[in-house]
C-alpha cells in the first residue's frame, strides 16, 4: 500500500495529455476545477454533460469546451467516467469503439467493479477503479484506486496524477475497494451525522445555534489536522484530553455505554456489504 499526496505548491510542470471528463456532477467538477489549479490548461481537458445549462454553466465558469460523450472520448488519452453507477455501463458501450488502444478509462462510479466496466469496452482496455469522496470538493478527497486486468504501473500513476489535484491517493487491491467505500466513501455522512448531533445537542444544553455550530465545526475541524499531523494515534490523542473523573471522562463514558463503537462496527459492515450487493446487481 502506498500513500501520494497532493502537491505543496501548484505546478504547470506536467504530463501532457487530453483529459475527458464524462459527468459534470457534483464529482465531475470537482476533479475539473482541481485538475485547473494544479496547473493543467483548459486546452487540454474537455467534458460531456447530459443536461445543457448544465454543460453551459460549467464551460463560461471553468473555460473547458462541453462536447457529446462519444467525441469527448474519441478526443481524449484519458477518459474519466463520473456518472452515477447505473449509467456506467450504457456510457461505456456507447463510446467503446472510439476509444483508441491507448486510452485510459478510469471509473469514480462506485460498486462497478473493473471486470464489469471491461465487460463494456474493446478487449485489453486498461482500466483504473477509483473510491473517491466528496471532501474532493474542497481539495481535501481521499480515493484509493485499483487496477484493472490490463492496467499496470503506469497507469495507476497517471490516475494518481489526476487525483492529487483534489486530495490524497492509496494504492490498494480491488477487493479491499469495498471496506474504502464503507470508511472513507460514505465517511463523510458520519462526520456530518457527528456534527449535527454535537450542535444539537448543544443547543439542547444552553447555546444558540450559530455558536453551537461554530464550536461543533472548528472542533472537529481542529481534531483533525491535529490528527494527521501530530503523529499520534486517535486513542493517544483521546486519552491526552481525558483526564481522570473530569468531564471528557464522563461524556466519553456516556458514549461508549451507549454502544458507540458496536454501533460503527454495524455501520461499516453494511455499508461494505451493500457495496458488494450493489456489484452483484450491475
Same mark, same amino acid.
Request: proline share 5%; hydrophobic share 45%.
Given at each position: ?28 467538477? /470537482? ?115 485499483? /487496477? ?46 457527528? *456534527?449535527?448531533?454535537?450542535?444539537? @445537542? ?13 464550536? *461543533? ?6 481534531? *483533525? ?9 486517535? *486513542? ?12 471528557? @471522562? ?33
Amino acid at each position: 500500500m502506498s500513500f501520494v499526496h497532493p502537491p505543496k505548491e501548484k505546478s504547470g510542470e506536467t504530463e501532457r495529455m487530453r483529459i475527458a471528463i464524462l459527468g459534470a456532477g457534483k464529482i465531475g467538477e /470537482a476533479l475539473l476545477a482541481g485538475l485547473l489549479r494544479a496547473g493543467r490548461a483548459p486546452v487540454e481537458l474537455c467534458f460531456s454533460e447530459q443536461y445543457a445549462a448544465r454543460a453551459a454553466e460549467i464551460s463560461e465558469r471553468y473555460g473547458v469546451e462541453a462536447m457529446s460523450s462519444v467525441a469527448a472520448a474519441e478526443s481524449a488519452d484519458v477518459v474519466v467516467l463520473a456518472v452515477k453507477p447505473p449509467d456506467v455501463g450504457p456510457l461505456a458501450s456507447e463510446i467503446r469503439s472510439k476509444l483508441r488502444p491507448h486510452t485510459l478509462v478510469v471509473s469514480v462510479a462506485a460498486g462497478i467493479s473493473t471486470r464489469a466496466l471491461e465487460g463494456h469496452l474493446p478487449a485489453g482496455s486498461r482500466v483504473v477503479r477509483v473510491m473517491p469522496n466528496t471532501p474532493m470538493l474542497v481539495g481535501e478527497g481521499m480515493s484509493a484506486i485499483a /487496477a484493472g486486468a490490463h492496467a499496470g504501473p503506469d497507469d495507476l500513476a497517471r490516475a494518481e496524477e489526476l487525483l492529487v489535484a483534489v486530495g490524497k491517493v492509496v494504492r490498494l487491491p480491488e477487493a479491499q475497494l469495498d471496506a474504502v467505500t464503507a470508511l472513507s466513501g460514505s465517511g463523510p455522512a458520519y462526520v456530518f451525522l457527528l *456534527a449535527e448531533a454535537m450542535i444539537d @445537542a448543544g443547543v439542547l444544553i444552553g447555546l444558540a445555534r450559530p455558536v453551537a455550530t461554530e464550536l *461543533a465545526v472548528q472542533t472537529i475541524l481542529g481534531s *483533525a489536522v491535529m490528527l494527521r499531523d501530530s503523529g499520534d494515534s486517535a *486513542a493517544q490523542l483521546r486519552e491526552a484530553v481525558t483526564s481522570p473523573g473530569g468531564t471528557t @471522562a464522563a461524556a466519553l463514558r456516556q458514549l461508549e455505554d451507549r454502544g458507540l463503537r458496536a454501533a460503527f462496527n454495524d455501520a461499516l459492515e453494511a455499508a461494505r456489504d451493500r457495496s458488494r450487493e450493489m456489484a452483484g446487481e450491475k
